[in-house]
C-alpha cells in the first residue's frame, strides 16, 4: 500500500493526451515539492518533472507537472508509441520515518 | 558525463550480508544528498535511505523496513556511496539504483541499478 496514491493503468490513442494522477496528504504532497519519474522497460527511472511543474534540460514540453492542494497531476500531450511506460510520482513526507515516498506506479498504455 | 555505476549484487542466503557500490563521477559528489531506492520484481519504487550532502555533514536516514539493518556509507576520496546490507530477508530482493537528488527529493540521475536476490 503506497502513501501515494496513482491509477494502476491509464490509456489513450497514439497523437491524444492523457494525465495521470497522484493522491497525497499534507504530510506530503501538501506542503513539499513533488516530481515525476519515467520507467521503460528494463531501464532505470528518469527524471521527468520537478518542483511540481518544472521539467530538465531534454524534457520536451509535452509532458508538464501540476499541483493542488494534497494532490498532483502528470500531462503528457501528443502521444507517441514511445512514452509506453510506467510512471511514479514521488514525493518527501514529513510525518513518516520512511521520509521519501513513492506513488504505486501507473502503467501508460499507447493504444 | 554525469554518472552512477552500480556494483556489488547478487544471490545471498536469508540473513546473510552485502555490499553494494555506487560510483559516482562528472559532478561534486559532496555536494548532493545520495539516495539508495529499491524496486522488487514487478513492483513500484521504495525508498531505501539516504546519506546527506556536505551541507548536512552526510548524516543518513533510513525507511523504516531497512533501519537497524542496512547502512549508507559515503567516501569522498573515492566519490563512492555504499549500501552495507546485514540479516538480509527474502523481502529485501530486489533491484537497488543509486539516486542523485538535485534538491527537494527530486532524483535526477540514477544507475543502472544492481540486481539482490536473497533466497535459499
Known amino acids: 500500500q503506497s502513501v501515494l496514491t496513482q491509477p494502476p493503468s491509464v490509456s489513450a490513442a497514439p497523437g491524444q493526451s492523457v494525465t495521470i494522477s497522484c493522491s497525497g496528504s499534507?504530510?506530503?504532497?501538501?506542503?513539499?515539492?513533488v516530481s515525476w519519474y519515467q520507467q521503460l522497460p528494463g531501464t532505470a527511472p528518469k527524471l521527468l518533472i520537478y518542483?511540481?511543474?518544472k521539467r530538465p534540460s531534454g524534457i520536451p514540453d509535452r509532458f508538464s507537472g501540476s499541483k493542488s492542494g494534497t494532490s498532483a497531476t502528470l500531462g503528457i500531450t501528443g502521444l507517441q508509441t514511445g512514452d509506453e511506460a510506467d510512471y511514479y510520482c514521488?514525493?518527501?513526507?514529513?510525518?513518516?520515518?520512511?521520509?521519501?515516498?513513492f506513488g504505486g506506479g501507473t502503467k501508460l498504455t499507447v493504444l | 558525463e554525469v554518472q552512477l555505476v552500480e556494483s556489488g549484487g547478487g544471490l545471498v542466503q536469508p540473513g546473510g550480508s552485502l555490499r553494494l557500490s555506487c560510483a559516482a563521477s562528472?559532478?561534486?559528489?559532496?555536494?548532493?544528498?545520495m539516495d539508495w531506492v529499491r524496486q522488487a520484481p514487478g513492483k513500484g519504487l521504495e525508498w531505501v535511505g539516504r546519506?546527506?550532502?556536505?551541507?548536512?555533514?552526510?548524516?543518513?536516514q533510513y525507511a523504516a523496513s531497512v533501519e537497524g539493518r542496512f547502512t549508507i556509507l559515503r567516501d569522498v576520496s573515492k566519490n563512492s556511496l555504499y549500501l552495507q546490507m546485514n540479516s538480509l530477508k527474502t523481502e529485501d530482493t530486489a533491484m537497488y539504483y543509486c539516486?542523485?537528488?538535485?534538491?527537494?527529493?527530486?532524483?535526477?540521475?540514477w544507475g543502472q541499478g544492481t540486481m539482490v536476490t536473497v533466497s535459499s
Open positions: 518542483d511540481n511543474n
Open positions: 546519506s546527506g550532502s556536505k551541507t548536512y555533514s552526510h548524516t543518513t
Open positions: 499534507s504530510s506530503n504532497i501538501g506542503n513539499n515539492y
Open positions: 514521488g514525493t518527501w513526507d514529513s510525518r513518516l520515518t520512511t521520509n521519501v515516498v
Open positions: 539516486a542523485r537528488d538535485r534538491g527537494y527529493s527530486a532524483f535526477d540521475i
Open positions: 562528472g559532478f561534486t559528489f559532496t555536494d548532493h544528498h
